[in-house]
Nanobody, 115 residues
């Protein structure tokens, strides 16, 4: 059974940076596409960034050029480097592993961007 644990959230000023981590427990981490999602109050959960098993990357338009997703297969961890943070980036950030038959989700980590 796969478990995901996010860390690295917190309070940061506009323009600041954070690095989120998602630790994966279970087998075959390297074969899974890994995603970062976020959900702000009153909004639907939205995809922020994706990295495939082959290393292909995709980003949501609002974060392109500011966020970078990466993975370390040896450490079974996926990262989200977030730079030039804005108030609109405030949300709970979730890690998702595209496991079968159902995707696996972490519990989320809060990111608050405020002066």
């Amino acid at each position: 059974q796969v478990q995901l644990v996010e860390s690295g959230g917190g309070l940061v000023q506009p323009g600041g940076s954070l690095v989120l981590s998602c630790a994966f427990s279970g087998s075959a981490f390297s074969i899974y596409t890994m995603d970062w999602y976020r959900q702000a109050p009153g909004n639907q959960r939205e995809l922020v960034a994706r990295i495939t098993s082959g290393g292909s990357l995709n980003y949501a338009d609002p974060v392109k050029g500011r966020f970078t997703i990466s993975r370390d297969n040896a450490k079974k961890t996926v990262f989200l480097q977030m730079n030039s943070l804005k108030a609109d980036d405030t949300a709970v950030y979730y890690c998702k592993a595209n496991t079968m038959p159902r995707a696996s989700w972490g519990q989320g980590t809060q990111v608050t961007v405020s002066a």
